[in-house]
T-cell receptor, first 112, second 116 residues
Framework: SQQGEEDPQALSIQEGENATMNCSYK?????LQWYRQNSGRGLVHLIL?????REKHSGRLRVTLDTSKKSSSLLITASRAADTASYFC????????????FGQGTRLTINP | DARVTQTPRDKVTEMGQEVTMRCQPI?????VFWYRQTMMQGLELLAY????????DSGMPKDRFSAEMPDATLATLKIQPSEPRDSAVYFC??????????????FGQGTRLTVV
């Protein structure tokens, strides 16, 4: 079963707008990561946020983590057509052998 | 550029045949993952290794799937016998896991398997 669930499943916005994707998870985590996947390609790591962090920035990306609500959000500011891709959150659990478990992803489309 | 290399990129096989997928992780990485991606199930973790030792293969159908790391430069995923429901894209990823477990995974381009 999936640990992380992204919301929405699909998002379509105009170029220049901000895109926000959410991820909820079920059990306590060591860290949470966001990945991007272009069609037909492998996933690319975007950002990692540790369980003791609340917010992290990388360029146009902003990630928040609320461990009390077991949720995270990824904000992409000033979106570009090249940001069109699927975005996945992945969690590393505290329990067990620290495997990396992915959610179902959000399909983001940026319209020029 | 260091990258994870997967072969073959595409594989079409008949039901019942053995399929072997190979992965060369990034040199120096100590963790290797195998994932399967389908539209219905998304990304499923099949197995993963740390320092070549299997840590978790609970996501893998044991009767037909097997995963091994014969050495640090090669990971294999075998399906025998293959079935049409195994059709999917199989990804290998590698990473360097430190003491606090923060593994950033680097993905290969995947093997697209079609079983007819």
């Amino acid at each position: 079963s999936q640990q992380g669930e992204e919301d929405p499943q699909a998002l379509s916005i105009q170029e220049g707008e901000n895109a926000t994707m959410n991820c909820s998870y079920k059990t306590s985590i060591n860290n949470l990561q966001w990945y991007r996947q272009n069609s037909g390609r492998g996933l690319v790591h975007l950002i990692l946020i540790r369980s003791n962090e609340r917010e992290k920035h990388s360029g146009r990306l902003r990630v928040t983590l609320d461990t009390s609500k077991k949720s995270s959000s990824l904000l992409i500011t000033a979106s570009r057509a090249a940001d069109t891709a699927s975005y996945f959150c992945a969690t590393v659990l505290i329990q067990g052998a620290q495997k990396l478990v992915f959610g179902q992803g959000t399909r983001l489309t940026i319209n020029p | 550029d260091a990258r994870v290399t997967q072969t073959p990129r595409d594989k079409v096989t008949e039901m019942g045949q053995e399929v072997t997928m190979r992965c060369q992780p990034i040199l120096g990485h100590n963790t290797v993952f195998w994932y399967r991606q389908t539209m219905m199930q998304g990304l499923e973790l099949l197995a993963y290794f740390r320092n070549r030792a299997p840590l978790d293969d609970s996501g893998m159908p044991k009767d037909r799937f097997s995963a091994e790391m014969p050495d640090a430069t090669l990971a294999t995923l075998k399906i025998q016998p293959s079935e049409p429901r195994d059709s999917a894209v199989y990804f290998c990823a590698s990473g360097l896991t430190g003491p606090v477990g923060n593994t950033e995974a680097f993905f290969g381009q995947g093997t697209r398997l079609t079983v007819v």
